[in-house]
């Protein structure tokens, strides 16, 4: 269902993205060792990478990294344990050859009846996440193994994972790493490609980026939605929703389903309650990053795009003092690589309509 607020793995319930949906199925295909999808917030990347994994006919364990709420290593070895289960689950057919490849490795256990896998991540017989890698490229067919919002990993203390991407990347050829991050430039940064210092860095990656719909194509997308739900909402209501989201499915998901299924009929009642929402994100946001300054700066912002001095003088205003020029930039820099703000023709905005919305009530 084209409204459904979960993301997609049916390429029948993708929308429009059948350009970006070939070149990341093409690539998991191809000879590339190092995939990454990046784009907005809520632009589809989760939904693009599950239908193309599923699409691409190859082995895959997918690791929705989000949900690792501490970034300990029983948090993590969980998750990994739910991505093999769902894997020999899906590909039962896989199981003999799972098990041959684990067999005799510490932490992990294997079960024919009922299909199974159990992991140990306490004591001296723990699963060593690199030890399971390597086995994974024992099992004797290409694996792709898929971290979705990859940034999250650099909370991660007790093992460097750009050290461990990069040994996959040139010791094991049957393991092909695939990454997404809405917050790409701090993906970005944690993986190091561009990085001397960094040991991916110089490694061949290609990327696939998501993509605002036009508005053309959003609300095609809204009338295709409310036809396969059989609700009828007015043209000019789905016109505004089409100006007020810019294009961003996410949203427009968001909005079809609470019209059709939650049965909000006011525009403006949705629009809050996406608003509320993406508060409660920023806020969270803001909180991680410990600084006013960041308030001030979405504040500025919320009211329209501002250039570099326009932001200078709100911050000084505020604190009634000079601020360093590169401090600016710096702060700047940090919000375009979280994916929250961008810079075209000299000008910063919040990239997010709905974020905009809530900027104004920090």
């Known amino acids: 269902m084209l409204f459904s607020l979960e993301p997609k793995s049916r390429r029948e319930d993708l929308f429009n993205f059948n350009y970006e949906l070939a070149n990341l199925t093409n690539a998991l295909r191809g000879s590339g060792r190092l995939i990454a ?8 990347k989760t939904s693009l990478m599950r239908v193309a994994l599923n699409e691409s006919g190859i082995n895959y364990l997918y690791i929705d990294v989000r949900l690792s709420i ?39 256990e294997v079960s024919l009846n009922p299909p199974g896998i159990r992991v140990r991540f306490r004591g001296k017989g723990k699963l060593s996440i690199s030890d399971l890698f390597v086995r994974l490229n024992e099992i004797g067919e290409p694996v792709i193994v898929a971290f979705d919002e990859a940034q999250e ?3 991660v203390n007790w093992l460097r994972f750009d050290r461990l991407f990069a040994y996959i990347y040139d010791n094991l050829p049957n393991v092909k790493l695939l990454v997404s991050g809405s917050q790409f430039g ?54 505004r929703a089409v100006d007020a989201f810019d294009g961003i499915i996410g ?8 019209y059709s299924v939650n049965n909000m009929r006011d525009f403006d009642e949705i629009l809050r309650a996406a608003s509320s929402l993406a508060l409660e994100e920023l806020r969270s946001l803001i909180s991680a990053l410990r600084s006013s300054r960041y308030i001030i700066i979405l504040r500025t912002l919320a009211q329209g795009p501002a250039p570099w001095r326009v932001i200078r003088h709100r911050l000084e205003d505020h604190e009634g003092r000079s601020i360093n020029p590169a401090t600016v930039s710096q702060l700047l820099g940090t919000l375009i690589r979280l994916g929250v703000i961008e810079e075209k023709g000299g000008e910063y905005a919040i990239s997010d309509p709905v974020y905009r919305l809530a900027a104004g009530q920090l």
Do not use: H, Q
Request: glycine share 8%.
């Open 37 to 44: 999808v990046t784009g907005l917030r809520r632009t589809g």
């Open 70 to 108: 501490y970034a300990n290593y029983g948090d993590l070895v969980n998750l990994i344990a739910k991505s093999l289960n769902d894997f020999i689950l899906k590909r039962t057919s896989m199981l003999g050859k799972v098990r041959d490849a684990l067999k005799g490795l510490n932490g992990i």
């Open 153 to 155: 990993l650099r909370r």
């Open 186 to 239: 701090l993906m970005y940064d944690f993986l190091g490609l561009n990085n001397p210092r960094s040991p991916l860095f110089g490694r061949a990656y290609l990327e696939v980026r998501t993509r605002r719909l036009s508005p053309d194509e959003a609300l095609d997308f809204l009338e295709r939605g409310f036809s396969e739900v059989r609700v009828n909402c007015p043209r000019d209501l789905m016109r």
């Open 251 to 258: 949203w427009l998901t968001y909005f079809g389903y609470s």
